[in-house]
Nanobody, 115 residues
């Protein structure tokens, strides 16, 4: 059973930064890709960024140039560095692991951008 545990969410002012972490129980190298999704109140869950086991990361247009996804295989952890945060970034952020036949989700961490 794979467990993904997110941390690092919180309240931040517009223009501020946060770094989210996703710690996996076991090696993340076995997954085809890892990613971050978010869901705002009343909206569908949407992709934020993904990073494959090999290759370059990919970002949703609203976060390009502001967010950076990275992974540390030795620590089985994926990160999302979020800069220049805006109120529209307010959402619950979920970590995702694509294992091919099976996919896994974390429990989510709340990010609130407000003055």
């Amino acid at each position: 059973q794979v467990q993904l545990v997110e941390s690092g969410g919180g309240l931040v002012q517009p223009g501020g930064s946060l770094r989210l972490s996703c710690a996996a129980s076991g090696s993340i190298f076995r997954f085809l890709s890892m990613g971050w999704y978010r869901q705002a109140p009343g909206k569908q869950r949407e992709l934020v960024a993904t990073i494959p086991s090999r290759g370059s990361p990919d970002y949703a247009d609203p976060v390009k140039g502001r967010f950076t996804i990275s992974r540390d295989n030795a620590k089985n952890t994926v990160y999302l560095q979020m800069n220049s945060l805006q109120p529209a970034d307010t959402a619950v952020y979920y970590c995702h692991a694509d294992g091919g036949r099976l996919t896994y989700w974390g429990q989510g961490t709340q990010v609130t951008v407000s003055s």
